[in-house]
């Protein structure tokens, strides 16, 4: 009987997924299956479709011959026949060139499934670092991922589903129902033909009707453990409220609940059960009354009663687990759609056909020219976040720019990288307009240290080396030392192969900040940006930092987005943001004597830092 279909919990981080019909989805599969300049996997897919049809015409021969050995071992005119020895041998090697071709199909087929994943993967994957940042922005990293490897495991399932279920099986009907039709009548072929078309129908309905039960009972479980699991993690506050009964009668209810879905979904798989047992069952009435008024009339020999009864049970054995495929098939196209649908994400930023290339490192060349030109940006239509932004950087120089949140002081440093393109006016680097330069040279000249520094689940010494892949051992350790981390790590017992956890969680803010620090000092690049990147540490840390941010800034352009207004008192200018505009620009002495909005600010926080002292 067909066995309990198993589906996944649908995924609520799905957004925008737009109408397409299943034949959409398996057109967009084929350039993988049959690529366009390869021949070599083009030649393994006919291979594998001849082997599929030479293992099913070898399975359809099983029982005739069977059939074959049972006419002859029939006594003839009273006497008894010798054994026939030909046809059993013949038996025995259809049935072992059956297995064999299979076998053969599934060795032949199994290089070409898996890589056609992979190539789906990766081609995702790579897709996914392509588009802007406000895609991602937009999404949740886990529901790309998690879209990503579904629509992968997608396209390995509806492959090996569809080669070596739902074909082999549509090629058995046709051959068998030819077969019959041609060895008896044309009733016996209507009769498998109907059972066989009743079959399936009444399989894919229901299975359809049970999809939306298990579904309900996967999302009611969920619900279940999400509530047990958010009870036991705040433990302390059910205890504070004194709340453990209404934490049990709501765990309660989820449990109620998804013991009457399960219930219903246990039904439901009996009522499809005994519904495709019901139509075999019918049919094998059907077709053994008829064979056997045949026998008995002479028009049939035994042989051939057992022949069409075979052939009857070997159609109804890949039947019977229809239902368990078109449900993974129905789920496997929901999660192709939805990569396919992240693929077709168009990037926000692009590179021109003609795009130009500058020097990236500082070694190649002298610290890059920065120039804001009444610049404007939106993040949406309906909210205008610069107006009219204009300053220079000359090479070398270090501008900071200061002001309240909102005022648009990280957007400048997410421009200047062009993880977004201005609304109007335009940002030069070397007298090029950033647009129509390479991204990938834009970014290699521009260095980020940031707020918050990330850090990938792997060793101190790759995180450093992530800012020049390849760099030497020799090259690495010489950027701690200038981060001033290299001691550090060296107390560490196993150094810089020490791993710093999932986001850098062993290590300290000053330390991870220390780690970003050196890495960008390894890029070297000719544009340095210091996104607020000691507001998080405390004030000691802040001024142990400082030394290294002046030596990974020595010789650079450099711009500054600040919070602490102490770190930057030395810097060649200030712009003070306010609402999207330079309300004050000048020295730290320029602006202190000016009276104006920095003064107010320094003033405030010489307060707060004398209150904390």
Not at 192 to 221: C, D, H, K, P, S
Not at 509 to 523: N, S
Not at 527 to 552: F, G, K, P, Y
Not at 587 to 593: G, N, Q
Request: hydrophobic share 45%; charged share 20%; aromatic share 8%.
């Amino acid at each position: 009987m067909l066995h309990a279909v198993h589906m996944t919990v649908p995924d609520k981080n799905r957004q925008d997924r737009p109408e397409r019909s299943a034949a959409d989805t398996l057109r967009g599969l084929l350039p993988y299956l049959w690529p366009r300049h390869d021949a070599r996997t083009r030649l393994r897919v006919v291979g594998v479709c001849l082997l599929l049809v030479a293992a099913k015409v070898a399975t359809i021969g099983v029982p005739y011959a069977y059939s074959c050995v049972i006419d002859a071992l029939q006594p003839a005119a009273g006497r008894a026949v010798m054994m026939p020895l030909v046809l059993i041998v013949g038996y025995g090697l259809l049935r072992m060139a059956a297995a064999g071709l299979g076998e053969l199909r599934d060795a032949l087929f199994a290089p070409l499934r898996y890589r056609i994943s992979r190539i789906a993967a990766m081609r995702s994957f790579t897709h996914m670092h392509q588009l802007s940042l406000r895609f991602h922005l937009n999404r949740q990293s886990g529901s790309v991922t998690r879209a990503i490897a579904r629509g992968t495991e997608a396209i390995e399932t509806l492959l090996r589903m569809g080669v070596f279920n739902v074909v082999p099986t549509l090629i058995e009907a046709l051959l068998v129902i030819a077969v019959i039709w041609r060895l008896f009548d044309w009733r016996y072929a209507v009769v498998m033909l109907l059972a066989v078309a009743v079959y399936v129908v009444f399989t894919i309905q229901f299975t359809a009707w049970r999809i939306g039960l298990r579904r309900q009972m996967n999302e009611i479980n969920s619900e279940a453990s999400w509530k047990a699991l958010d009870s036991l993690l705040n433990y302390e506050t059910v205890k504070y409220f004194g709340n453990e009964d209404h934490e049990r009668k709501r765990y309660e209810d989820a449990q109620d609940r998804y013991e009457r879905a399960a219930i219903r979904t246990q039904v439901s798989l009996n009522g499809l059960n005994f519904g495709q047992a019901a139509i075999i069952a019918v049919a094998l009435i059907a077709v053994m009354l008829m064979a056997g008024h045949d026998v008995e009339a002479g028009r049939m020999t035994v042989g051939h009663f057992v022949l069409v009864n075979t052939y009857l049970m070997q159609l109804y054995m890949p039947l019977n687990f229809l239902g368990s495929v078109y449900t993974s098939l129905h789920n496997s196209l929901v999660d192709l759609e939805h990569m396919f649908a992240l693929m077709g994400e168009q990037a926000d930023i692009t590179d021109p056909p003609d795009a130009a290339s500058v020097p990236a490192r500082l070694d190649e060349a002298p610290a890059a020219d920065i120039r804001f030109e009444n610049v404007h940006f939106s993040y949406r239509p309906d909210r205008e976040i610069l107006r009219g932004v204009s300053f220079h950087i000359p090479a070398g120089h270090r501008v900071a720019v200061v002001g309240p949140t909102g005022a648009g002081k990280s957007t400048i440093s997410r421009l200047l990288f062009r993880f977004y393109d201005v609304t109007a006016g335009c940002i030069m680097l070397d007298g090029h307009d950033i647009r129509t330069l390479s991204q990938a040279t834009l970014r290699g000249a521009v260095g980020v240290v940031p707020q918050d520094t990330i850090l990938f689940n792997d060793t101190i010494g790759y995180n450093i080396a992530y800012g020049r892949l390849g760099a030497s051992q020799a090259e690495v350790e010489q950027a701690a030392r200038l981060a001033c981390i290299h001691d550090f790590i060296m107390t560490l017992p196993e150094g810089y192969a020490t791993r710093v956890g999932e986001r850098g969680l062993k290590l300290s803010g000053g330390e991870k900040q220390r780690v970003a620090i050196a890495r960008t000092i390894l890029k070297n690049p000719r544009v340095l940006i210091l996104d607020e990147a000691t507001s998080a540490l405390d004030t000691r840390t802040e001024q142990e930092i400082q030394s290294a941010l002046h030596t990974v800034a020595a010789n650079r352009t450099t711009l500054i987005i600040a919070h602490r207004l102490s770190t930057i008192v030395d810097v060649d200018e200030i712009l003070v943001m306010g609402q999207g505009r330079i309300i004050e620009r000048g020295t730290h002495r320029a602006l202190l004597a000016h009276g104006g909005v920095y003064a107010e600010m320094w003033a405030v926080q010489a307060e707060e830092e004398a209150a904390c002292a």
